[in-house]
């Protein structure tokens, strides 16, 4: 038996009982079918075979999550932090123990190779000890003295919260948003994208096995249109944690309006990696091709834009090239495979699309532009060359394995062409020149910037973009700024002389 073969095995155990029983809503503590017993199929994109049936709830599946979610707030916000704490630490052992389902499951649901969606599961459960690590001092505030008050601020949390995932990386990133929210003490109800409910629902089960209070966490299954739109607009979640498209966010912007509601956005991008003569250029390759093609390329800080300076463009492009045309393309569990196929027919028509646009607009396909296989999503990884900033190509997040390189001259003109997008979500710089590092950096429009690597997440470090690639900050403190209301009061020292109107 091959390795594949045993994975395969044992993705089918983990399967058995959602093919058995579908996947159902989580709320208030209980599995329930959505009421109005429609159902929607998720299938894989490995081979596009059914996995299984999920409740497709819709607005009254919603309003009952967040009836159990209000109703639940009061006693989680009052919880003593260090026993959210202990609970949010089982949630990681459970997760820990459970990372090879997560993984195995995640990979058939999204087309993730198993050799990025291991670590995933296992970053999952270090979000949930982060935070869990935080809850107790989430509160704190500060003292601000004035010569006639003592002024103290402390933070509360917000309530009951919207929790709106997509699906790249949905495990992860749900950890992300989730494991910050309950140490905050607010209560959630959480919608993943409909093309990965899998690990969502696991990690709700998970949540709830770890002893979290029923309520607290409530998970609704559904499209985006029905069940989304409904979180967005009720008025007892006051807040909508959103990571997705930056066209989604904005309709979330409008459908949250009538209630006030407070958003923050991780949204999309096309995230330069720029390239400079004296960089170490075997490490820039490296992590360009990394940073691109690893998870399918559907990744919202994937650097799809390489601006590469013209005096080393030839012999960086030609091994950038060879290295391209060696990925291998494969079953996401044949731990070999280093990409699987995109999410889904959708999104396999979106990506595929822009193979005619990149003629269309002039440049050269270098490398891929081709379906693999006649079953499943898969893509060849694929490399636009003789490209300019102004083609499609450059401007429009793919969110596939395709990079578009485009040559530049001089620092300003990198920088111009680096700017020149509506997103600005990170940036990558490779050079050996201190002072032009800070300098690029200083100028470049993007909320996280590495130099001389990879994006490494540390978690204490704010996350977010600026422009089109989202609002708000979170990781760290952030995160909590977020979820919680900063409250004021001042208590007077003395006898100050109070204006007496009408003495
Ligand atoms: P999407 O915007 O289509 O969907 C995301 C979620 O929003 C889904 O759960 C969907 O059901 C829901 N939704 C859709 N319409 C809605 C509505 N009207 N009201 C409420 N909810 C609604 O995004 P996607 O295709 O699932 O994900 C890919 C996108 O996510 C890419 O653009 C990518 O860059 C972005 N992304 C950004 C980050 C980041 O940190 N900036 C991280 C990951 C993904």
């Not at 960086?316 to 494969?330: C, D, P, Q, W």
């Not at 940036?427 to 690597?453: C, K, P, Q």
Request: net charge negative; hydrophobic share 40%; charged share 20%.
């Amino acid at each position: 038996m091959t390795d594949l073969d045993t994975n395969i095995a044992k993705l089918n155990g983990h399967l058995e009982r959602f093919r058995t029983s579908g996947i159902q809503n989580l709320i208030g503590g209980e599995s329930v079918d959505a009421p109005s017993g429609a159902r929607f199929e998720t299938h894989s994109p490995v081979d596009e075979s059914l996995i299984c049936p999920v409740a497709r709830g819709n607005a009254a599946d919603i309003d009952a999550a967040t009836e159990a979610a209000k109703n639940a707030f009061p006693a989680w916000r009052d919880m003593p932090a260090l026993e959210r704490r202990k609970i949010l630490h089982r949630i990681a052992d459970l997760i820990v123990e459970r990372a090879e389902e997560i993984a195995l499951c995640e990979c058939w649901d999204t087309g993730q190779a198993l050799r990025f969606m291991s670590k995933a599961a296992l970053r999952g459960a270090e979000n949930f000890r982060f935070f869990a690590d935080k809850a107790p001092a989430a509160r704190d505030g500060q003292n601000l003295q004035s010569p006639t008050l003592m002024n103290v601020t402390t933070r509360v949390p917000i309530g009951p919260v919207g929790v709106i995932t997509p699906w790249n990386t949905p495990f992860m990133l749900s950890t992300w948003k989730i494991a910050p929210a309950l140490a905050a003490g607010c209560t959630v109800v959480h919608k993943p994208a409909e093309f990965s409910p899998l690990t969502a629902r696991i990690l709700a089960e998970i949540a709830h096995e770890a002893g979290l209070p029923a309520g607290v966490w409530n998970l609704v299954n559904g499209f985006g249109e029905e069940a989304g739109k409904r979180l967005t607009e009720h008025p007892d979640i006051k807040a909508i944690a959103f990571v997705g498209e930056s066209k989604t966010g904005s309709m979330i912007m409008k459908q949250g309006a009538d209630t006030l509601k407070r958003v923050h956005f991780e949204l999309g991008g096309k995230n330069p990696v720029v390239v400079f003569d004296d960089a170490d250029l075997d490490r820039a390759l490296d992590a360009a091709i990394f940073m691109i093609y690893s998870l399918n390329g559907e990744r919202c800080t994937s650097s799809s834009r390489l601006l590469i300076q013209d005096s080393v463009a030839d012999a960086f492009l030609a091994k950038l090239t060879a290295r391209v045309n060696n990925i291998r393309v494969g079953h996401p569990l044949d731990p070999t495979t280093e990409i699987g196929p995109l999410i889904h027919k959708v999104h396999f028509d979106k990506v595929t699309s822009y193979f005619e646009t990149a003629k269309t607009d002039g440049a050269t396909i270098a490398a891929g532009g081709e379906r693999v296989g006649d079953t499943g999503w898969f893509v060849r990884p694929t490399l636009f060359t003789d490209a300019t900033n102004d083609m499609t190509i450059a401007q429009e997040e793919i969110f596939g394995p395709v990079l578009t390189a485009i040559r530049f001259s001089d620092e300003n003109e990198a920088l111009t062409l680096a700017n020149d997008t509506q997103y600005g979500l990170t940036g990558y710089i490779w050079t050996n020149d201190l002072t032009r590092a800070l300098r690029f950096t200083n100028a470049l429009e993007a909320g996280m910037i590495w130099v001389n690597s990879e994006n490494v997440r540390h978690l204490p470090t704010p996350f977010g973009g600026v422009k089109a690639s989202g609002i708000g900050r979170d990781g760290g403190d952030w995160s909590f700024e977020f979820y919680m209301e900063q409250k004021h009061v001042g208590f007077a020292t003395g006898q100050h002389s109070i204006p007496r109107l009408g003495a």
